[in-house]
């Protein structure tokens, strides 16, 4: 997906100009909009104190967040396949662009999916430039409900994130019994459970159920 989606973004920096065929993302949320907006009245002020535009456009002013993003994956790519190659005992790579980068990395995934702390790392953050390119373009993230109660808060807000292959509790008041978690010093983090925790939670979740209808059942 990162592969796929990356490019668009040089698209997506001076608006007005898409390349032929290339869908127009949905607006964006009411939050993103209006920093759309005071990004543009900046990037209006710098052009016309500086003169800055982007080369080979008119006048539209650059899409800062585009920027910001562009530069956040860039230099994420960069650090990951650094990171790959140190630990698989690969010669440092050449420089190359985004693309060509994720492609060299993709060659090598059979000895990363060899060690398990290499792959959960290169999964972790492959899915979160991934999330950050989508939203940056305009696409909307996957939500599912999920049957059944938190096992924490007890609350029907669980959720799953099959882009992220995550399971979250959206409860705000929910706390997870790790006092080390997130969910309980920071007002935006929500307990999470990737795949293979939440598909092992879940069966323990369920075999405790089916114990106690049982033992309900021979009283």
Same mark, same amino acid.
């Given at each position: 997906m990162l592969l796929k989606q990356f490019? !668009? +973004?040089a698209t997506e920096l001076a608006p007005g100009r898409a390349a $032929?065929? @290339? &869908?127009? $993302? $949905?607006p964006p949320p009411a939050e993103l909009a209006e920093r759309l %907006?005071?990004? /543009? !009245? !900046? =990037? +209006? @002020?710098?052009?016309? @104190?500086? #003169?800055?535009v982007a080369p080979g456009y008119s006048a539209a002013p650059l899409r800062l967040h585009i920027s910001d993003t562009i530069r956040d994956i860039s230099d994420g790519v960069v650090e990951l396949e650094e990171a790959v190659r140190d630990r698989? #005992?690969?010669p440092r790579a050449r420089r190359a662009p985004v693309p060509e980068r994720l492609r060299r990395i993709a060659a090598v995934l059979d000895g990363v999916a060899a060690d398990p702390v290499l792959a959960g790392h290169? /999964? *972790?953050e492959t899915r979160r430039m991934a999330r950050r390119c989508a939203r940056a373009l305009g696409d909307t993230e996957v939500v599912v409900r999920v049957s059944g109660r938190c096992p924490w808060c007890d609350s029907v807000s669980l959720r799953a994130f099959p882009d992220r292959g995550?399971?979250?509790c959206v409860n705000p008041a929910c706390r997870c019994a790790d006092p080390l978690c997130g969910c309980h010093d *920071?007002? =935006?983090? &929500? %307990?999470?459970? *990737?795949? @293979? !925790?939440w598909e092992r939670t879940a069966g323990e979740r369920m075999t405790a159920e089916h114990t106690a209808t049982d033992r309900k059942d021979a009283r």
């Amino acid at each position: 997906m990162l592969l796929k989606q990356f490019p !668009e +973004l040089a698209t997506e920096l001076a608006p007005g100009r898409a390349a $032929p065929g @290339r &869908r127009t $993302p $949905p607006p964006p949320p009411a939050e993103l909009a209006e920093r759309l %907006h005071e990004e /543009r !009245e !900046e =990037a +209006l @002020r710098l052009q016309q @104190r500086h #003169g800055l535009v982007a080369p080979g456009y008119s006048a539209a002013p650059l899409r800062l967040h585009i920027s910001d993003t562009i530069r956040d994956i860039s230099d994420g790519v960069v650090e990951l396949e650094e990171a790959v190659r140190d630990r698989l #005992g690969l010669p440092r790579a050449r420089r190359a662009p985004v693309p060509e980068r994720l492609r060299r990395i993709a060659a090598v995934l059979d000895g990363v999916a060899a060690d398990p702390v290499l792959a959960g790392h290169v /999964r *972790d953050e492959t899915r979160r430039m991934a999330r950050r390119c989508a939203r940056a373009l305009g696409d909307t993230e996957v939500v599912v409900r999920v049957s059944g109660r938190c096992p924490w808060c007890d609350s029907v807000s669980l959720r799953a994130f099959p882009d992220r292959g995550a399971v979250l509790c959206v409860n705000p008041a929910c706390r997870c019994a790790d006092p080390l978690c997130g969910c309980h010093d *920071d007002p =935006a983090y &929500r %307990h999470t459970w *990737d795949e @293979r !925790e939440w598909e092992r939670t879940a069966g323990e979740r369920m075999t405790a159920e089916h114990t106690a209808t049982d033992r309900k059942d021979a009283r």
